[in-house]
């Protein structure tokens, strides 16, 4: 069974940072691409960053110079680092893996950014 399991969530200030990470267990890593996605509440759940299988990435305009998706494949771990973030970044962010037919989602960790 694959598993996602989101960390590194929580409280910052404005034009702070965070790191979170995603590890995945289950399956082969490698084979995915992999995405970070967020919902605040009542809005849609919305991409914020996606990294394919041989790490080409791509990211939502809003978060574009500020956020930069990683992924290592030897610790099956994807991270999203996240910098100068602001009030509007405050959503949970969840980690999404895609391969074939395969789609699988972590459970999600809150982010909220307040002074």
């Known amino acids: 069974q694959v598993q996602l399991v989101e960390s590194g969530g929580g409280l910052v200030q404005p034009g702070g940072s965070l790191r979170l990470s995603c590890a995945v267990s289950g399956s082969i890593f490698s084979f995915y691409a992999m995405g970070w996605y967020r919902q605040a509440p009542g809005k849609q759940r919305e991409l914020v960053a996606g990294?394919?299988?041989?790490?080409?990435?791509n990211y939502a305009d809003s978060v574009k110079g500020r956020f930069t998706i990683s992924r290592d494949n030897a610790k099956n771990t994807v991270y999203l680092q996240m910098n100068s973030l602001k009030p509007e970044d405050t959503a949970v962010y969840y980690c999404?893996?895609?391969?074939?037919?395969?789609?699988?989602w972590g459970q999600g960790t809150q982010v909220t950014v307040s002074s």
């Open positions: 999404n893996a895609v391969g074939g037919t395969a789609d699988y």
């Open positions: 990294i394919t299988s041989r790490g080409i990435a």
